[in-house]
């Protein structure tokens, strides 16, 4: 069975400045997919992110990336510039290529501060 | 073209009930996953409908059983309702045939069992 661990239950930065949110997860799957998603108030689930692991090269969105270390199982997402509006609960998860399921982690609560 | 959407909001039943959510998936989308998500905690994976058929289901009791329809939209059925079975219930779809293994949810039934 796969797991996702989220060591960090709340987290603040300012307005314009840089966060990284830390993520690690346990398979012994070669095949799979890990994502990062936000939860606002509004409780609909946002995908932020995505990355396979058959790729070396680490992801971007926009303001968004991630730090994907595929030996040491870490998968860290960086906001940068962050704004008001990146206030929310973000949650790292896993899906293995073999079953479209997703296991999230517990969740990050980000604050944005002014 | 709309996205996921479920319904009812917000559900309040009393132990011992029984209960329907229904969720509609993405305009295309073929696949829908249900997931239970409890206060403070990561969604937890229910079970996942393809061509009207349960394909995959995570650990949960026989209380939670589902159906999936011809237009592909989806409702998930707890039977004998524990005060545990409190929570944000979410319905995510997606594309069998799709190589992106990309999810979109819906903002969730929230049920409240007293």
């Known amino acids: 069975a796969q797991t996702v661990t989220q060591s960090q239950p709340e987290m603040s930065v300012q307005e314009a400045e840089t966060v990284t949110l830390s993520c690690t997860y346990d398979?012994?799957?070669?095949?799979?997919?890990l994502f990062w998603y936000k939860q606002p108030p509004s409780r609909q689930m946002i995908l932020v992110i995505r990355?396979?692991?058959?790729?070396?090269q680490n992801a971007t969105e926009n303001r968004f990336s991630v730090n994907f270390q595929k030996a040491a199982k870490s998968f860290s997402l960086k906001i940068s510039d962050s704004q008001l509006g990146d206030t929310a609960m973000y949650f790292c998860?896993?899906?293995?290529?073999?079953?479209?399921?997703?296991?999230f982690g517990s969740g990050t609560q980000l604050t944005v501060l002014p | 073209d709309a996205g996921v959407t479920q319904s009812p909001t917000h559900l309040i039943k009393t132990r011992g009930q029984q209960v329907t959510l229904r969720c509609s998936p993405k305009?295309?989308?073929?696949?829908v996953s249900w997931y239970q998500q409890a206060l403070g905690q990561g969604p937890q994976f229910i079970f996942q409908?393809?061509?009207?058929?349960?394909?995959q289901r995570g650990n949960f009791p026989d209380r939670f059983s589902g159906h999936q329809f011809p237009n592909y939209s989806s409702e998930l059925n707890v039977n004998a309702l524990l005060l545990g079975d409190s929570a944000l219930y979410l319905c995510?779809?997606?594309?069998?045939?799709?190589?992106?293994?990309?999810?979109?949810f819906g903002s969730g039934t929230q049920l409240s069992v007293l």
């Open positions: 990355q396979e692991a058959y790729k070396q």
């Open positions: 398979t012994s799957e070669s095949n799979y997919y």
């Open positions: 409908y393809y061509e009207e058929e349960e394909r």
């Open positions: 995510a779809s997606s594309l069998r045939r799709a190589t992106n293994e990309k999810l979109f």
């Open positions: 998860a896993f899906m293995s290529g073999s079953a479209r399921q997703l296991t």
């Open positions: 305009s295309g989308h073929d696949t």
